[in-house]
């Protein structure tokens, strides 16, 4: 029902900021809760940031509060996650996601839609 398409990952050094950004498409992003993920290699994927479908209330992992925020602009279909003082520790692939039902933010198993990700690795 939708698709999801991450941007923006790349090459930063420690310290530095990126902003990677989920578009979907075939249907308006404004009917699903969404959030961010991220796996590194040998490593389980994580809850990274979520957002209510209005945007008026979001969550993060501990690991990343203070340093990420997540948005979202309806009017473009379009969720953001906006890196700040990056380390290492966030070397990932990083997914955007979309439930379209009941949602328990930081759950994998609530996200019905995923997108294929985008690397973003951290120099120290």
């Known amino acids: 029902q939708v698709q999801l398409v991450e941007s923006g990952g790349g090459l930063v050094q420690a310290g530095g900021s990126l902003r990677v950004s989920c578009v979907a498409s075939?249907?308006?992003?404004?009917?699903?809760?969404t959030g961010w993920f991220r796996q590194a290699p040998g490593k389980e994927r994580e809850f990274v940031a979520g957002?209510?479908?209005?945007?008026?209330?979001?969550f993060y992992q501990d690991s990343v509060k203070g340093r990420f925020t997540i948005s979202r602009d309806n009017a473009k279909n379009t969720v953001y996650l906006q890196m700040k003082s990056l380390k290492p520790e966030d070397t990932a692939v990083y997914y955007c996601a979309a439930a379209e039902k009941v949602w328990i933010p930081t759950l994998r198993g609530a996200y019905k839609y995923w997108g294929q990700g985008t690397q973003v690795t951290v120099s120290s």
């Open positions: 075939g249907r308006t992003i404004s009917a699903y809760s």
């Open positions: 957002i209510t479908r209005s945007g008026g209330s979001t």
